[in-house]
């Protein structure tokens, strides 16, 4: 093995290596589907003749994109990785990876048949995120509680007595986006002032307590594993848990600031934007001195640079998230480019590096088979590079912006002063889409063999299994 944190390779259940490698495997479709999407979306920006097509629009291209990304790429791969570490952290079978099969084949149905519906103009008009018509949202509310229900029975029928740390990230993150999802297509908040916080709460909520919880969860079962140590403080860990539950609620009004949602509303979540500060830091904090001492370890594994990027990035975006919410500040950025960066420094800098780490971590070790360090590096380097220009670039463009609308000028004038900058979005992006056409290829150079090996025998206590 090249990779020292895979010398320990433990074994699992070939049904559940099968599943598990199924779900990393879709979701890395999707993820070239949809930052491809994302590029030809960027170049429209700033050569608009390019694909002339109503189909290819930037209002059809725009949700069809994000809809990829987010519920296709980092949602699949995230329950893929968290379904084996459910399995793993309980020392028992995934229980039915029948089920869990199942559940990826109506996510794969409702993704194909949302990204038609949305290119054939068919959604439910500008609702971020949920733009996808009701029975496309029910196939997936289904699929999330189908594999929520595994996780949970998995834990269910743990052999340990404790339920480890990362499972109450895992299992908090289903039973969220269960409540969430009902919640965002309840009928009676579809309209007026109303449907503008539950939107806030909605997308915010999508973010921090179910990508980030799932994210959270797998790295504290990741690091730990791949360090050969346990992490730095356990209690920290809850911490982070119960303070997220806490703060990340309530904070979805920070998306509406000066908007007519009411100023209270709006002030109680610039309180708890800041209040996030203690979820983000315990959790960065935690996880990033658990490598304390292990830089030898960091520099011979290929995945846990990808950890300690996305972990860099979870703690510098949010913060700059928590700097966003203050009304001083989203006088100048709301409306711009510069969300569009936080976006892409949060669920690219930090969730999808996370869950490439976790990919490259976890997948080899219940497989067997490595990709190349060589192509491994040239996918971490390209996608780094690409999401620096991208976020830089595009952050830029929003301050111009901001600037110029804060002093009176007229739009177009913000339009000039952004486009160069729009050029460099899209170089960025290329270099992106072509880290994830190398990560695909990696991908399938640990697809599973036909026969995995024999369950070793129980790890020290201490550290997850
Ligand atoms: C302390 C934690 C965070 C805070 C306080 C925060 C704050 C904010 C604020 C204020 C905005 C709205 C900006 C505006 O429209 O004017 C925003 C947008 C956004 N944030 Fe965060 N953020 C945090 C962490 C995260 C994380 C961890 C993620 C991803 C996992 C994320 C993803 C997003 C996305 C995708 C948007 C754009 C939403 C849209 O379409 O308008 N944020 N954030
Ligand atoms: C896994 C990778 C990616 C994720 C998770 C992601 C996520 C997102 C999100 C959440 C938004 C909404 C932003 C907002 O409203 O604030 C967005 C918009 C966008 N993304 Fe991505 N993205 C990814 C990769 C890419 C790539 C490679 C490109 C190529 C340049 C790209 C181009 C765009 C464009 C052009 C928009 C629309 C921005 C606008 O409306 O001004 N994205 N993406």
Redesign the pocket.
């Known amino acids: 093995m090249r990779d020292p944190g895979l010398t320990a390779a433990p074994s699992i259940d070939p049904a559940t290596v099968r599943v598990t490698f199924e779900y990393v495997a879709w979701a890395t479709v999707w ?1 070239l589907v949809g ?1 491809t999407i ?2 030809v ?2 170049i429209k ?1 700033h050569w608009p003749e390019f694909l002339p097509y109503a189909w290819l629009s930037f209002g059809r291209v ?1 949700p069809a ?2 809809s990829l ?2 519920l296709g ?2 949602s699949l791969a995230l329950v893929g990785l968290s379904l084996y570490v459910v399995a793993r952290t309980s020392r028992v079978p995934l229980w039915s990876p029948r089920l869990a099969r199942i559940a990826l084949w109506l996510w794969n149905l409702t993704l194909l048949v949302g990204l038609v519906t949305l290119l054939a103009g068919v959604n439910r008009g500008p609702q ?1 995120y949920r733009e996808w018509v009701w029975p496309l949202a029910v196939g997936l509310a289904a699929a999330v509680v189908i594999d929520g229900y595994v996780a949970y029975r998995t834990v269910a029928a743990r052999t340990l007595p404790e339920v480890y740390v990362s499972n109450w990230y895992i299992l908090g993150g289903f039973c969220y986006l269960a409540i969430l999802y009902v919640t965002s297509y309840l009928p009676f908040y579809q309209a007026g002032l109303g449907n503008t916080v539950v939107q806030g709460y909605y997308m915010h909520n999508a973010m921090g307590m179910w990508f980030t919880q799932l994210a959270l969860g797998v790295s504290y079962y990741a690091i730990p594993r791949l360090l050969g140590r346990p992490i730095y403080s356990y209690a920290l860990g809850v911490l982070g848990f119960w303070t997220n539950l806490l703060f990340y609620p309530l904070i979805g009004a920070h998306h509406f600031i000066f908007s007519p949602v009411p100023w209270w509303l709006q002030s109680t979540a610039i309180l708890f934007s800041v209040g996030m500060m203690v979820p983000v830091w315990a959790g960065t904090g935690n996880l990033l001195l658990t490598f304390k001492g292990g830089s030898g370890a960091v520099r011979r594994s290929y995945a846990l640079p990808f950890f300690v990027t996305g972990l860099i990035g979870y703690g510098l975006s949010s913060t700059q998230g928590t700097m966003e919410a203050f009304r001083s500040a989203n006088i100048y950025w709301h409306f711009t ?1 510069f ?2 960066g936080h ?2 420094a949060t ?2 800098g930090f969730i ?1 590096f996370i869950a490439w780490g976790a990919v490259y971590g976890l997948v080899p070790r219940l497989t067997g088979r490595e990709p190349s360090p060589l192509a491994v590096g040239v996918h971490f380097w390209l996608a780094l590079v690409g999401v620096l220009t ?1 976020v830089v670039s595009i952050s830029a463009a929003g301050i111009l912006q901001g600037f110029a609308w804060v002093a009176g000028q007229s739009f177009i004038a913000s339009v000039i002063a952004a486009e160069p900058l729009w050029l460099w ?2 170089i960025g ?1 290329l270099l ?2 072509g880290s994830h056409v190398v990560f695909a290829a990696n991908v399938w150079a640990m697809r599973p063999h036909r026969v995995t090996m024999p369950a070793p025998a129980p790890d020290a206590a201490g550290s997850p299994a």
């Open positions: 993820l930052t994302g590029l979306a960027s920006l725009r994109h994000t990304v987010l790429w980092s971020e480019n969300t569009v976006s892409h669920m690219y999808t991208y979005r899209t992006g992106m889409v």
